[in-house]
């Protein structure tokens, strides 16, 4: 056989590592080939924990619920990576969870309290004199909804269920913001003739009265396409609204993640001109989840849309959790006990000559979680040595003999039938004994 033709591929003396796309120590930056025009000036971010996450089975109690605002705090600091939290007011943990956390607001906290109500004028007394400036309120969209969920059902009926509701919260001196529940199987001859409704009936009121929209993609049917008609296109949904007069700050669009679209659309609906993404931290929520909003601020901040927050502060959150519960999955993206963890020998191969080859960023700095492994059968000498280097601080060159010796003992194990990894704690006397000889013979 031959040798191969030369590629053509030209050699250069230095790497070509995009350094403005993959800074050393910042998360990953977006560098436009073609900026789109629509783009906000500045996105955020609310949330929805204390309501639809509640909603999706996260047992709260008033203390937790306050502890969870704080972590939100935490996270947030002076950045403004989430403006708003909306809280229940139907039981009197949530109004006291409410109450707490509009004193700590009050006293200096980055994130203001909003409330979530049925768009109905019995909910809309509930809100009046709570003291929170802003109310969201359900407002079914769809078909599937409106002519289902009233009697008799159809559209005109909803739409002046929800105007009644929109003029009582008007009149309490709140601004409404109008939840339009299941939006992307939604027609165009309910939206646009209700936010237009809408609009004209605020017009009489302060302009911090003036309402905002919520896009809600309930079941995770939208998608991120332009290209696709309406209602699944939430580019198209968004630039349609603006289109009717709303400006896109405000804009939120609220997803679920049915469909595993959940990030990519947040996105799309950013670059569409939407500046507000409704989720929750950690993506707790109805069957799969809301967005999740760390990872959507991730890249709200690599779009120099937003100030990246302190991401380290979400691994309190991640253990409160645990203590309920309701911990994130192992593999889950950025938290998970496993989202940094390789058991492959090729990549703490990569890990021990150049560890950015097998990391998307600066994990330990950024997240605050160490590059991690798990050692198997396919973990070879190179996830021994990167083990014993992230727990010791020391490189064991792959010709120690004691290192040798125990990598030939856990072969043995996973010959003799072993099945599960064996983690840095059960080898952790083991694996000391070796740096402690490699010292030893140093002197």
Known sequence: MTAPADANVPDVSQPELFMDSFPPHALPQVMWADRPDTLPARAWTTETTHRDGQQGGLPLTTEDGLAIYEHMGAFTGTTGAIRQAEFFVYRPA???????????????????????????????DLVAGLGVRETGMLASASDYHTFHKFTPGGRAQAARTYLDAVLAVLDAGLRPRLHLEDATRAPREFILPFVAAVQALAAAYPPTQAPRFRICDTLGLGVPWEGAAWPRSIPRQVQTLIEAGIPGDRLEFHPHNDTHLVVANSLAAVLAGCAAINGTLLGKGERTGNAPLEGVLLHLSGLG???????TALNALAARYDALGQGVPAKYPLYGRDAHRTRAGIHADGLNKFWPMYAPFDVPRLLGRPLDLSLTKDSGLAGLIFLIWQHTGRRVAKSTPALLALHDQLNAEFDAGRQTAVEWEEIADRARAVVTGMVASDE
Do not use: Q
């Open 94 to 124: 949530d109004r006291a969870m409410l109450e707490g956390a509009l004193e700590r607001w009050r006293s200096g906290h980055p994130v203001e309290p909003t409330t979530w109500i049925r768009a109905t004028r019995k909910d809309a």
């Open 305 to 311: 849309l937003v100030d990246a927050p302190d991401f």
